[in-house]
Structure formats: C-alpha cells, structure tokens
C-alpha cells in the first residue's frame, strides 16, 4: 500500500516579491509591436534583447494589429487566453494591492494590462453600440507561425487574421474581451485614471452585448489551425457567465444579468471543470446546485475552465458568498488540497500528489493548473471563514515551494531566472537564439543567419536547427513557469516538448495572482504568509 507522510524542516522562504517583479519580466519578454521606453528588456538596456517586431500585423484586413502579446513559446497572438490572463492579472493588482506596492510593480501592472487591453481595443476591430456590427480579432496568425523559428523583428511575413463577427459567431471569444475589459476598468477606475476606465467600460459593455447577441463558440473557417477551441457545444454559457461576473463587478445594474447567465449556464447542462480559465464559469447563486446536483466538472483551473474565478469573485462582492464558499471548500479545494491522493492517477480525472509534493492535475502544463489554482487558493484564503484561511494559503506556500525548488526534498525550480536547478531549455523560439546579433539578417532554415553567425547554439543562426539543438536557452526569459514534470517528478528538459517545457501567458496569469497574495503584507484582514511546519510532504512508501 501507498502511505503519505508528513515532513518537513526549516527553509529560508521565498522572496515573493521578488517572484512577483519577476512574473511582469515574463510579460514584458512576451510583448509585440512598436515596444515602448518602459519596458525593461529592450536591447537598447543594459542585458536587454528585444526589439520591435511584427509590425505590420493587421495587413491583410487594412487594420494595425501591431501591439500585444505573443502568446507562447511562438508567435501567435491569441485573444481568447489573453483576455482571460489580463483580467486575472488586473484582479490580483485589486485584491492585494498592497503586495503590489510594497514590491514596487503595481506602475509595472499597470503598464503591462494597458499595454494588452490597449492592443485588445485595436483587435476589437469594429465597435459599435449595434452588436452585429462588431468585429474582433479571434487569432491573429496560424500553423505556419509554428515553422518559424527566428526572432521576431525578422519575421516580416504577413500573418493572416481571423475575425469574430455575426456571421460567425462567438460569445467565447468576445465574453473574454468583455472580462478583460471590465477588469482592467475595475483596475484603473480605482487607480488614477478613471477617464480611461470608462472607455474600457464601454468596450466592455459592446463586447458583452455581442456575445448575448450571438450564442455560440467561435471557430476558424475550415482547414485553419485554431489555437485555443472552447471543448463544450455550449461553453459560450460559461463565458457569458464570468464576463457577466466581471460587469457587475464594475457596474451593479449588471449584476441581474449575471445571475441570469449563471442559471443559463447551470441549466443549459453545461459540463464544467474545477479549473480557472477562460473555458468554465458559473454564477455563484448556482453554485451549491452544481456541488450538490451531480453537475460534472473537472479539477482544473486554466484558460479553459473560469468555473473557480466566478466563485471567488462572486463571494468577494458578498452575492450569494455561503453557496460560492461551499463549492469552493467542498467542491473544489478539498479535492486539491488532500496530500493523501497518490499518484499515480489518471490525468484530468483527480488531483494527485507527486512523490515530491506538487498537486498534480494535468498532463500538458501541469504547473499551469497548479499555478493558478493557487491564485484561488489565495482568493479564497482572503474571504474564507476564518477557520479555513489558514490552511488555503499554506497549501499555496506548500505548492509554491514546490514549483521554486524550495520545499524540502525538491531542490528543483520550474521559475526561469529563480530558485535552484532552472529548466535549460524553455520551448520558446527566441531563448534559443543568441541575445546580440549583427545585421544583415538573411533567411534561413525557417529562421535567420545574422552577420557572423554560423552553425547552432551560441553564436550560431537563429534556425529550425537551432531550436531543435540540445543546448541551453542562450536568453533566460526571467519569471516564465515552464509546463512542469510528470507524475514521478521527472522533468525531461527538453527544447522541443511543448506539452512540459513550453511557456505561456496563461500558464503564469494565475502564479503571479498567487505570488502577490503570499507577498501581502498584514493588514485587515490579515492573511499569514507563513506556515507551521511540519509542511506535508507526500513520501510514497511501498509495503507488502
């Protein structure tokens, strides 16, 4: 039989405000476009490296998509992740806004969500007040951006654009444009910029109304590689249920029509997922219905799954908070704090725990889930009775030592730029390349050969050949989670597997949520950033 026991000893504890300036690095070596003076890695800096790249996104449709995020370890842009990532990141900066301002990144926040709800009102191509008027970018480039392997100020092809409209669809798509813009309204609304709120607040509002207009998912036309697909037939209902959420957040004359989408979206059988993304939402008035009902869901928390967001967020505004608080204690929680389900399990089916100690859902970016399931842990932690905060924001510290390499028996990070033992070779293009180069640039091997530049690895071409070489990444991309290890604890480091080593914006919206919440400071209502040790371990002892 399998027996989990506890141990733990005395560990220097993390710096998380470090680990929080470190996440907007990430976000800051994922941005597109004309980049501007304030961002940190421009190659003009001291250990800088990026330039302005793909500036003429939009070509095919007459529109400047210049601007964003690149999504991954390529070159996509992606709205339906990216929206779900900045409204994230804009309510961790509202939540614990002191951790923000005593690590000295909320000008960083704030720059970093302007930045990506700027580019997301340029990608809102038409807005109207009518609904079938609208347009919005739903992808922005396709399968062909996966045979680049250069860096992105070369890459001067143009990249095809694939729009949201009446005709097509979308009330996914377009609900994440709505959250993302009413969070980061929330955000700035709260800040010094209110004029600005509004006018977020009003793509909000025409992005909201588009998707109750035209309840369906969105999908590439046909042969068209789709990045991010809502799975669920009638998935928009989630989405329509978190945009909701995040509407009335801002303004309550929604807060009806949140309530309604959540019963839409409890009774139109959605099948939901104990995840946090951009793919499951449900209204918190539902909620002990769905814990109690039979409802099924899995235990993710990510860009497809939004279920655990809308919880918190509706027990954060008091509406319907003993329901969200039991689905999120019995429902949810409960299921990934347990330290006495072993792995091996299979994946997507239960939360197990690694001989080492991580909560382990998914098989393609593990620490995804993890991450972000530790945003809500901290959420949670904040608004729980009292007798639960404790245990909800220790098992986020147990879990975030776990994924820096600090808790006892790992000694291993999966956070580029900290902790012990890093990953070596993210899957991202770019890391693999040579920081300095010189002009001219010539094509080659789907990539590029620079001045002097000869062979792979350092001071070799920027290639296909290159990206597919086993030496280590030549630009530490600082504060990105790679996808994680498996079951064993085993981590293969391998350039090429996305499904461990890639790094995403999605992947670390939530990790910094919960870097910031482990950063607050005390104040009312207090929130322990330390924990009594022994911290449980999961030991996988075999007897006969």
């Known amino acids: 039989m399998l027996l989990l026991l506890a141990f733990g000893s005395a560990q220097a504890e993390d710096d998380y405000s470090v680990l929080l300036g470190n996440s907007f690095l990430f976000y800051e070596a994922q941005m597109s476009g004309s980049l501007p003076a304030w961002n940190r890695l421009l190659a003009s800096k001291p250990g800088g490296w990026k330039k302005s790249g793909h500036l003429n996104d939009g070509a095919p449709i007459n529109k400047d998509l210049a601007g964003g995020f690149y999504d991954a370890g390529d070159y996509l842009k992606c709205p339906l992740p990216l929206g779900w990532a900045l409204a994230n990141l804009a309510w961790s900066a509202l939540e614990f806004r002191p951790a923000y301002d005593a690590a000295g990144q909320l000008p960083y926040a704030l720059y970093v969500i302007r930045w990506g709800t700027d580019w997301l009102m340029k990608a809102h191509v038409t807005a109207s007040d009518t609904p079938s008027a609208n347009v919005f970018v739903g992808q922005l480039a396709d399968s062909s951006d996966h045979s680049y392997f250069g860096r992105p100020e070369h890459d001067t092809k143009t990249r095809q654009v694939y729009t949201v409209t009446a005709a097509t669809g979308g009330a996914d798509v377009a609900s994440e444009y709505a959250a993302a813009f009413a969070a980061a309204a929330s955000l700035f609304r709260n800040g010094s910029d209110a004029a600005y709120a509004a006018v977020l607040f009003k793509r909000a509002q025409q992005a909201f109304a588009f998707a109750e207009a035209y309840k369906s998912n969105w999908v590439t036309p046909p042969g068209v590689f789709q990045a991010y697909v809502t799975y669920a037939s009638n998935g928009y209902l989630a989405h329509l249920a978190w945009a909701a959420a995040w509407m009335c957040k801002y303004d309550a004359s929604y807060c009806a029509k949140a309530e309604k989408y959540f019963t839409d979206a409890v009774t139109g059988g959605f099948q939901y997922s104990l995840s946090n993304g951009w793919d499951s939402v449900l209204p918190e008035k539902y909620f002990t219905d769905a814990v109690t009902g039979g409802f099924q869901y899995s235990l993710g928390n990510d860009w497809d799954s939004v279920l655990p967001g809308a919880a918190v967020l509706m027990a954060s505004m008091g509406l319907q908070a003993p329901a ?18 072993a792995c091996p399990k299979p994946a997507y089916s239960a939360v197990c725990y690694t001989p080492k100690g991580l ?9 995804r889930n993890t991450g972000n399931m530790m945003f809500i842990a901290a959420l949670t932690g904040k608004y729980a009775e009292p007798g639960n905060r404790q245990k909800h924001i220790c098992w986020t510290r147990m879990q975030m030592r776990y994924i820096t390499g600090s808790l006892p028996g790992t000694g291993k990070s999966y956070v580029l730029g900290y902790g012990p033992s890093q990953p070596q070779r993210p ?10 180069y010189s002009e001219p640039c010539s094509p080659s ?21 290159n990206f597919f070489n086993s030496h280590a990444a030549l630009i530490t991309i600082t504060g990105a989670i790679v996808g994680g290890p498996d079951q064993s604890d085993n981590y293969p480091d391998l350039r090429p597997d996305y499904q461990r080593s890639e790094v995403a914006l999605d992947y670390n919206a939530g990790f910094t949520g919960a870097a910031a919440g482990l950063a607050q400071p005390s104040h009312p209502p207090a929130i322990p950033t330390t924990c009594p040790l022994p911290i449980p371990v999961p030991i996988s002892i075999t007897k006969p």
């Open 427 to 436: 899957h991202h293009r770019q890391s693999a390349c040579s920081a300095r």
């Open 445 to 465: 091997d789907g990539g590029t050969c620079c001045a002097g530049e000869q062979g792979v690895g350092a001071g070799g071409c920027c290639t296909s050949a």
């Open 324 to 341: 969200a608080r039991a689905y999120l204690e019995t429902g949810l929680l409960a299921k990934w704090e347990d330290t006495s389900s």
């Open 359 to 367: 909560a382990y859902y998914s098989d393609w970016g593990t620490l």
